[in-house]
Nanobody, 119 residues
Framework: QVQLVESGGGLVQAGGSLRLSCAAS????????MGWYRQAPGKQRELVAS???????NYADSVPGRFTISRDNTKNTMYLQMTSLKPEDTGVYYC?????????????WGQGTQVTVSS
């Protein structure tokens, strides 16, 4: 069993910063691609940023230069540093990871952490 636990969300004013963390735990042999998704009220969940196990990153068009995704493979932990936050960044942020356990891969999600940016 694998658990992904996010932390670091909260309420911040526009222009402020937050740092999200996602820690994977359980019977993990290897963590492959990881990503952050967000879901705004009334909208579909969308990819914000992703990172491979080799550190190759990909960002949504709305966040380059403001958000930075990173990971620490020794801790099976991923981060999202968010700066210059805008009200439209508000939503529930979910951690996603492709994890190898006992020879098979699974797609796992965290429970989500709320980010609210006030104008």
């Amino acid at each position: 069993q694998v658990q992904l636990v996010e932390s670091g969300g909260g309420l911040v004013q526009a222009g402020g910063s937050l740092r999200l963390s996602c820690a994977a735990s359980g019977s993990i042999l290897r963590v492959n691609d990881m990503g952050w998704y967000r879901q705004a009220p009334g909208k579909q969940r969308e990819l914000v940023a992703s990172i491979t196990s080799a550190g190759i990153t990909n960002y949504a068009d709305s966040v380059p230069g403001r958000f930075t995704i990173s990971r620490d493979n020794t801790k099976n932990t991923m981060y999202l540093q968010m700066t210059s936050l805008k009200p439209e960044d508000t939503g529930v942020y979910y951690c996603n990871a492709i994890v190898m356990t006992r020879g098979s891969y699974g797609n796992y999600w965290g429970q989500g952490t709320q980010v609210t940016v006030s104008s």
